[in-house]
């Protein structure tokens, strides 16, 4: 089992920055690959970036390219998804998950393990 929870959501104005947090607990962080996805409202949970075990490997939505950033602490046991130049369309609810194995981009019924979610609100 592993336990994910998430914070650093918040409220920010458009073109503001948000990072968000994941800390991990149970089986070795280490040997997961860690995904963000969100969800908002009237609309499917989408894919947002993805991380393998040791970081080498990382793919973005087209949507968030080149102003998400996702990253990993293993000694931490923690993923982070830093947000830039944010805007109202990126307003969700924002989750982390685990999956045991690496495929790069895979739908959300391919993860393990889900965090309760953090809410992002972009206003204009």
């Known amino acids: 089992q592993v336990q994910l929870v998430e914070s650093g959501g918040g409220l920010v104005q458009a073109g503001g920055s948000l990072r968000l947090s994941c800390a991990a607990s149970?089986?070795?962080?280490?040997?997961?690959?860690m995904g963000w996805f969100r969800q908002a409202p009237g609309k499917e949970r989408e894919f947002v970036a993805v991380?393998?075990?040791?970081?080498?490997?990382?793919y973005y939505a087209e949507s968030v390219k080149g102003r998400f950033t996702i990253s990993r602490d293993n000694a931490k046991n923690t993923v982070y998804l830093q947000m830039n130049s944010l805007k109202p369309e990126d307003t969700a609810v924002y989750y982390c998950?685990?999956?045991?194995?690496?495929?790069?981009?895979?739908?959300?019924?391919?993860?393990?393990?889900w965090g309760q979610g953090t809410q992002v609100t972009v206003s204009s």
């Open positions: 991380i393998n075990w040791n970081g080498g490997r990382k």
């Open positions: 998950a685990a999956r045991g194995s690496w495929r790069g981009v895979s739908p959300p019924d391919e993860y393990d393990y």
């Open positions: 149970g089986r070795p962080f280490s040997s997961y690959a």
